[in-house]
């Protein structure tokens, strides 16, 4: 495993087109952005360990009305107010 230190508004590339943004670090809870072209999919591990049991994943109310546009035009989940290219 390669860890990396990075601070906020620093970021790291997966490949080409994978990029990771730290977005706020508060405490022990780092937020991180992901831009990914739309037929990558992103997912929290425990969210994607729900899917591969055959467990639907559950969609809450975004937490704020961007969310609710990107998520409308993405047709997947939006984690976290990551975005996607």
Do not use: F, W, Y
């Not at 490949?15 to 809870?29: A, C, L, N, P, S």
């Not at 992901?34 to 969210?47: D, H, I, K, S």
């Not at 994943?57 to 009305?65: D, E, F, W």
């Amino acid at each position: 495993m390669l860890v990396l230190s990075r601070k906020v508004g620093q970021r790291i590339i997966l490949g080409v087109d994978i990029e990771i943004t730290v977005v706020q670090i508060r405490g022990r809870r780092v937020r991180l952005g992901v831009t990914a072209p739309r037929e990558v999919c992103v997912n929290r591990l425990e969210l994607q360990k729900r899917i591969q049991e055959g467990h639907p994943p559950q969609r809450g109310r975004p937490r704020n009305p961007l969310e609710t546009e990107r998520a409308s035009h993405a047709g997947s989940e939006t984690l976290g107010g990551s975005a996607r290219q």
